[in-house]
């Protein structure tokens, strides 16, 4: 058992704080905007780290995820068929099968990552929702 603070593994959230703090300027700046456009998206979801990358929890399973590299942010919406969804909204933005990326200077719009946010928690009731039922055999 830790003896102090200082022993103790640093919190999700303070894991985070640290990785933000190490990116040059711009990309902390996109890369804290993105967080807290998430936060606010989905109250209920906690910080996490996922795949060493920033990234939210909802009702115990991943919900979205980002992280920076050298040339380029990726937000990680971590649905396909999410991403599917709303592949009209990011015309202009590179995507791969779970990714989506951008520069700092061209950001995905807040109300693209409101709705891909929305749509994860739809997704993730919808399978609690369906595993309750089968649990029950309802």
Do not use: N, W
Not at 36 to 57: G, L, N, Q
Not at 67 to 88: K, N
């Amino acid at each position: 058992m830790p003896d102090s603070a200082s022993d103790r593994e640093p919190s999700a959230t303070e894991r985070i704080d640290a990785i933000l703090a190490r990116l040059p300027a711009e990309q902390r700046a996109a890369m804290q905007s993105l967080r807290e456009t998430i936060a606010a998206a989905a109250p209920d979801a906690v910080e996490a780290i996922s795949y060493a990358a920033p990234a939210f929890r909802y009702q115990g399973r991943p919900l979205v995820a980002y992280a920076a590299a050298s040339a380029h942010c990726s937000f990680f919406p971590m649905s396909p068929a999410v991403l599917d969804t709303h592949r009209a909204d990011l015309a202009g933005f590179a995507t791969a099968k779970g990714t989506i990326r951008f520069v700092p200077e061209r950001p995905i719009p807040a109300p693209v990552i409101r709705a891909i946010v929305r749509d994860r928690l739809v997704e993730i009731d919808g399978g609690r929702k369906e595993t309750d039922r089968s649990a029950s055999g309802a």
